[in-house]
């Protein structure tokens, strides 16, 4: 039988192994080619340095299988993974063997590769980039520059330069005045310079370690050779390490842009999926802070919408329609497309937003706002309808099930008559629970709430605790979601003067600037 990918393409008549190279940590950083073959796995097997998230570009229903080594493991590991390869291809799986960094750089892909040719399995190596180059690239250190090193060199620092089973020429090496790139090298790292300076390199020369490279909690140790193995040590760095030796590394001073950002090192907790807040983690990433995706409200569009359509039969009836978040934009439009019509059937209507984001998501409908809000609240809309006056005015609120009553109180103060429509529902979702406990459990410097449900809903799975939090700041995306928090019996530290996403990141960036220092 035929074994086909996911879009009915054939391939062999047996299974086939892809070997991935995963990169150095930052999950962004997996190749195009790599991602679409992880999206057509039907077996995963990963190795332990890994980060995760890649694991969620694989179906839902594939085999994820764990091979990481660790220090005290079976001396024939390899073999077993081999093995694992080569029965899940026999059986007619698609295996991704997603490898960290890149499979050829000291990544054993070469015995896979050559264990899978013997046993007859059709394989294919996608290239990944080795932290050899991404961990020194993400210190801002290039391992070539031109008039300070025209060549650099990959080494394993696996064997001490002082056992007879080492292969690398240290000679070699330290007569050299290019640049060296170690891997695997921490253990032996007092050898490693020993030999280099006895051999010829001075003693002076400079040289940066790199722990955890590309990854949020990257740490970087710079000093001379002589002195390196110890400044590390009393720095607390551990593996994983890539150890750059060489001149190159003192254009870390120009060259530092990872790791200086003003929110490096800040693990940010991001109350809602990245469907829903794809923005804000853009914007939490590019200052540096790593993004803990734990979503604590999931959409959910009503099943009877005889309601919504109805009213949607008569839109014209309204002279305004008031639209209060970008869920009741794309809910509002899921309705409008699968009645086949469009942006037109508001064409008698005047159109209102609360905030910019919301104003964004009608205009990529092709909707412009007749009016939006300057401020992102409800109240600032009601002020601003009040100066055109919509006394015995039609107004339709498209929403949640479970929404605050202060528009429709304020417009209704206002003399309109206003009709509400629900779309969805926001309830919450499958384990929430064990993906909070477990972010909670490493620690999170700063949580964000984009909305008074995801107050709501986080400190119910919380049961109420709020000092389940630690010592984590509280921001609030604007003061109708901050005094929500405060009834909870959180402590706000953050309010979004603009309450967007980007308003939101501006305000956590500038409680931080004043203490931040320059490692």
Request: glycine share 10%; net charge negative.
């Amino acid at each position: 039988m035929t074994t086909q990918d996911r879009t009915g393409s054939s391939y062999h008549p047996v299974g086939w192994v892809v070997l991935v190279g995963a990169g150095p940590g930052d999950p962004e950083l997996l190749t195009l080619k790599g991602r679409r073959y992880l999206e057509t796995a039907d077996v995963v097997v990963y190795d332990r340095l890994v980060d995760r998230r890649l694991l969620g570009h694989a179906p839902k229903d594939a085999e994820l299988v764990n091979v990481g080594k660790r220090p005290g493991g079976p001396p024939d590991w390899q073999a077993e993974i081999n093995t694992l390869l080569i029965d899940r291809a026999r059986d007619g799986k698609r295996v991704i063997r997603l490898k960290g960094g890149d499979p050829f750089i000291f990544g054993r892909g070469g015995e896979e590769v050559a264990a899978l040719a013997e046993a007859g399995i059709p394989f294919e190596v996608v290239p990944g980039i080795t932290s050899a180059i991404a961990a020194p690239t993400y210190a801002g250190i290039p391992l070539t520059h031109r008039g300070v090193s025209s060549s650099a060199t990959i080494v394993t620092g696996s064997k001490s330069p002082e056992s007879s089973l080492s292969a690398v020429d240290w000679d070699l090496l330290a007569k050299s005045e290019g640049t060296l790139s170690l891997l695997m090298g921490w253990e032996n790292l007092p050898a490693i310079v020993n030999a280099l300076i006895e051999r010829g390199r001075g003693e002076d020369t400079p040289v940066a370690v790199v722990q955890w490279g590309t990854w949020s909690n990257q740490k970087t140790v710079v000093g001379p050779l002589k002195s390196i193995a110890g400044r590390a040590r009393e720095a607390g760095l551990s593996n994983p390490v890539v150890v750059v030796v060489g001149e190159v590394v003192k254009l870390r001073e120009v060259s530092r842009w990872f790791d200086n950002r003003p929110l490096f090192g800040k693990r940010v907790l991001v109350t809602r999926s990245r469907t829903q807040s794809a923005d804000l983690v853009d914007r939490l990433e590019m200052v540096g802070a790593e993004a803990v995706e734990v979503p604590t409200i999931e959409i959910d569009p009503v099943e009877d919408t005889f309601k919504v359509d109805s009213i949607l039969a008569d839109i014209d009836g309204f002279e305004w329609v008031i639209f209060t978040s970008t869920n009741s934009v794309e809910q509002l439009f899921a309705r409008v497309d699968a009645l086949g019509r469009d942006a037109r059937l508001f064409h008698a209507s005047r159109v209102g937003a609360i905030g910019t984001a919301t104003a964004a998501a009608l205009r990529e409908r092709g909707i412009v706002a007749d009016l939006v809000s300057r401020e992102s609240v409800s109240q600032s809309l009601v002020d601003d309808l009040a100066e055109q006056g919509v006394a015995g005015q039609n107004i339709l609120l498209p929403g949640a099930e479970v929404r605050p009553d202060r528009l429709r109180r304020g417009l209704e103060g206002l003399g309109a008559v206003v009709r509400e429509a629900t779309l969805y529902r926001t309830v919450m979702p499958s384990g929430a629970g064990d993906h909070l406990f477990e972010a909670l459990k490493v620690g999170v410097d700063v949580v964000t709430f984009t909305s008074s449900s995801t107050v709501t809903n986080l400190m119910s799975l919380m049961d109420g605790d709020a000092t389940r939090l630690g010592g984590a700041r509280v921001s609030c995306i604007g003061p109708v979601t901050a005094e929500t928090a405060k009834r909870a019996g959180l402590n706000v530290d953050i309010v979004a003067e603009d309450s967007t996403a980007g308003g939101l990141v501006n305000a956590i960036v500038a409680h931080y600037k004043p203490d931040r220092s320059d490692p």
